[in-house]
């Protein structure tokens, strides 16, 4: 069983930038492929990023480049999403979720096994 906690997120003027963390425990949950999703108010659960268990493989959507950067600490069971120039539309609540390591990163949420509680984002116009 792993557990995924969220960090790191706020109320933040748009253009400013925020860094959030997903701390993972339990099992080995440094091996696992984590993924980054959200999800606005009225809207669909959207994926954002996903990084590999070694952090050599990331995957992203075309609409989430440029702003949205996934990274990992292994030694410390920690995912970053670092997103910079945030938009207003950038509000909504995140997600990070782990799936087993031998499948890489994807978009497909239904593949993700562990579910955080999430960190609300609220971009301020």
């Known amino acids: 069983q792993v557990q995924l906690v969220e960090s790191g997120g706020g109320l933040v003027q748009a253009g400013g930038s925020l860094r959030l963390s997903c701390a993972a425990s339990g099992g080995t949950s440094s091996l696992y492929t984590m993924g980054w999703f959200r999800q606005a108010p009225g809207k669909e659960r959207e994926f954002v990023a996903a990084?590999?268990?070694?952090?050599?493989?990331?995957y992203s959507p075309d609409s989430m480049k440029g702003r949205f950067t996934i990274s990992r600490d292994n030694a410390k069971n920690t995912v970053h999403l670092q997103i910079d120039s945030l938009k207003p539309e950038d509000t909504a609540v995140y997600y990070c979720a782990a799936r087993p390591p031998q499948y890489g990163p994807t978009s497909r949420s239904y593949t993700y096994d562990y579910w955080g509680q999430g960190t609300q984002v609220t971009v301020s116009a």
């Open positions: 990084i590999g268990w070694s952090g050599e493989r990331t």
